[in-house]
């Protein structure tokens, strides 16, 4: 009975609710998606690293897309100057814990999703715990040393992994697809010197949060073709993009062993 | 012959906040003569003596394209070239 439906009712077969449906009415439509895509989001669950100014974005529209889970990790609060990018967040919400507040919002924005929010320290150890039954993780960290952290893990655990960051108004953003696609080691070879405090314009994070979001749905569904391989660049201020190839370092001492 | 030079996020910073500069440069100059000749013009804050190396974290695009799948630090610049150079960020 299943499978003769399949043809006359696809929509049927993906155990999406009827007010999934409509909810998600204008994505179901676009040509390649449907109902299987759906589902899968609906079976997924992504990692977030960071509730900041791109992790506001990401999740955001990962929730409203209907992403079954989101894993939510920061270990902050929120601060009036999170304010200008942070769009989770409102005035009256500083103080509070980043995760609590980001997911309320979330669930008050799509209650058919899950949020596990980890108040936790993104390090070595608490790592694996967090990659735990994840099929996509996003970078939306804002230092170099924890995104190296969570590029060796998410290689060593093969998790493909969205990088995203930002600088004034500028924008980069790569996806690592482990043992295919160059990494983030292979993209920097040196630690890069750490800034404590960073300009950004606040639309920034919001662009390329959006597209870690939109990168993240197209691995889970297999839609479309992600950026691995290739680093694209943002400059807001010519409003230019360049995507620019990057190769895998044979010899990165991340990812150059798992290639052979 | 004239280079656009493009300049990202804290190397646009070390030049002062100007994202595009112009310079002169002898035809047959590479990419080399091309960072000593702003270091000499513009004194940026910033060391460029080692972008262009195998392991740097900055790249360096001649019209889009990486100069490590060129020929690196003697890539050979023509007029009307715009040459960009561009650091990792981190911000979140």
């Not at chain 1, 150890?125 to 990659?131: A, D, F, G, V, W």
């Not at chain 1, 890069?192 to 939109?214: C, M």
């Not at chain 2, 646009?12 to 310079?23: K, N, Q, Y």
Request: glycine share 10%.
């Amino acid at each position: 009975m299943e499978t003769s439906s399949r043809s006359s009712r696809p929509l049927q077969e993906v155990e999406l609710t009827r007010e999934e449906l409509e909810r998600y009415d204008r994505q179901l439509r676009i040509l390649g998606f449907g109902g299987r895509a759906q589902s899968r989001l609906k079976k997924s669950t992504v990692l977030i690293v960071g509730a900041g100014g791109l992790g506001s974005a990401a999740s955001i529209y990962l929730a409203a897309g209907g992403v079954g889970r989101l894993r939510i990790v920061d270990h902050g609060e929120v601060e009036l100057s999170n304010l200008n990018r942070q769009i989770l967040y409102t005035t009256k919400d500083v103080g509070k814990p980043k995760v609590e507040v980001a997911s309320r919002k979330l669930l008050e924005l799509n209650p058919e999703i899950k949020i596990d929010p980890i108040r936790e320290e993104v390090t070595e150890e608490t790592l694996p715990n967090m990659l735990k039954g994840t099929d996509v993780v996003l970078d939306c960290l804002d230092n170099f040393k924890t995104r190296f952290l969570l590029n060796r893990a998410c290689v060593d655990g093969s998790k493909p992994l969205v990088h995203g960051a930002v600088y004034g108004l500028e924008g980069r953003l790569m996806t690592i697809i482990p043992g295919e696609s160059p990494c983030l080691r292979c993209l920097m070879p040196r630690d890069p010197e750490e800034h404590e405090v960073i300009p950004v314009l606040g639309p920034l994070p919001g662009i390329v949060g959006a597209l870690e979001a939109l990168e993240a749905i197209k691995l889970l569904t297999g839609l479309g073709r992600p950026s691995a391989g290739r680093l694209l660049i943002i400059d807001g201020e010519d409003l230019s993009f360049y995507s620019v190839e990057v190769r895998s370092n044979p010899r990165c001492s991340v990812c150059g062993k798992r290639r052979g | 012959m004239k280079i656009t030079v493009k300049s990202f996020a804290t190397i646009r910073e070390a030049f002062g906040g100007r994202g595009v500069l112009w310079i002169e440069l002898p035809e047959g100059s590479s990419i080399r003569d091309l960072i000593n000749a702003l270091e000499k013009n513009y004194r940026p804050k910033i060391d460029l003596s080692r972008v262009g190396e195998e392991n740097s974290n900055i790249k360096v695009l001649v019209n889009g394209r990486e100069i490590t799948y060129l020929d690196g630090l003697e890539t050979k610049l023509r007029d009307g070239d715009v040459v960009a150079f561009i650091p990792p960020v981190a911000g979140g």
